[in-house]
């Protein structure tokens, strides 16, 4: 809830307002200072609590895969962690775009998640090689855009995976920044490697994705076709109860702390 307004705020925010918004940091905190051009209505339909699980994962999945790897309708798409927050979010705003989804996951249990929001090809990354599985399923082609949170360790098989003129974002290093690759696939295929995330970006950067959010996402939300994906709600006192259950990686979906 907003409860004071700096000099320069646009005339549209007004104490009282309920709001979400990308922060700059601090949001372990009863109260933070946000830039007016990170702010972001709460959804018709939402509540103030599961809005929160919405700015991070609709502007990270929005200006990678949307913004600049221009993932169209009619294209298909390979969502590595299909279950966490970023994962359940891409699934269903890609979904409600009209693009074939892939999503990995290491469980039956997430991966029926996944499913059930609608992914198409729902792949056990322990028990199946995603590659044969993309191919099979592709018939031979591969996938136009994948999203990636491991890094190094997938770097080659994502390669191989992709389709011509495919296009590789990378989000996260989860399994590692260092590793070998042939790069013969990206000259004959015409790949595309993208790496980037959304903190250090500038001001300007920030207020032009969530415009672009506000603009084709909320919607989406507004009409339930994108709904938050949270799978437990902590006090704030309880944190590092929360960095426990994140860290076991059994949930699907988000973690909130509520203050």
């Known amino acids: 809830t907003i409860l004071a307004l700096g000099a320069n705020v646009p005339p549209r925010w007004a104490v009282g307002d309920q709001v979400c918004a990308l922060l700059t940091g601090g949001g372990y905190?009863?109260?933070?200072?946000?830039?007016?051009?990170?702010?972001?209505?709460?959804?018709?339909?939402v509540s103030l609590a599961d809005a929160a699980g919405l700015p991070e994962v609709a502007c990270t999945v929005w200006s990678t895969v949307f913004m600049t790897s221009h993932l169209s309708p009619g294209e298909s798409?390979?969502?590595h962690g299909g279950s966490s927050g970023i994962?359940?979010?891409?699934?269903?705003?890609?979904?409600?775009?009209g693009i074939k989804v892939f999503?990995?996951?290491?469980?039956?249990?997430?991966?029926?998640a996944c499913a059930g929001l609608g992914a198409d090809v729902c792949i056990n990354y322990k028990t199946e090689e995603f590659v044969a599985r993309i191919k099979e399923e592709t018939n031979g082609k591969g996938v136009d855009v994948i999203l990636d949170n491991v890094g190094g360790p997938y770097l080659q098989r994502n390669l191989d995976s992709l389709a011509v003129d495919g296009r590789l974002f990378i989000i996260g290093f989860m399994g590692g920044t260092v590793t070998e690759v042939n790069l013969q696939a990206m000259?004959?295929?015409?790949?595309?490697?993208q790496v980037a995330g959304l903190r250090s970006r500038s001001l300007a950067?920030?207020?032009?994705?969530v415009s672009e959010v506000e603009k084709n996402v909320w919607p989406a939300v507004a009409s339930g076709k994108v709904k938050p994906v949270v799978y437990k709600t902590l006090p704030l006192s309880e944190a590092a109860e929360a960095h426990k259950l994140m860290e076991s990686s059994s949930h699907i979906g988000k973690i909130l702390l509520i203050p």
Do not use: C, D, W
């Open 29 to 45: 905190a009863e109260k933070v200072v946000v830039p007016a051009g990170q702010l972001l209505p709460v959804p018709e339909g």
């Open 77 to 79: 798409f390979l969502i």
């Open 87 to 97: 994962g359940t979010f891409a699934i269903q705003i890609a979904k409600h775009l």
């Open 103 to 112: 999503v990995t996951a290491g469980s039956e249990e997430k991966l029926a």
């Open 187 to 193: 000259l004959a295929r015409r790949l595309t490697i």
């Open 205 to 209: 950067n920030k207020a032009q994705i």
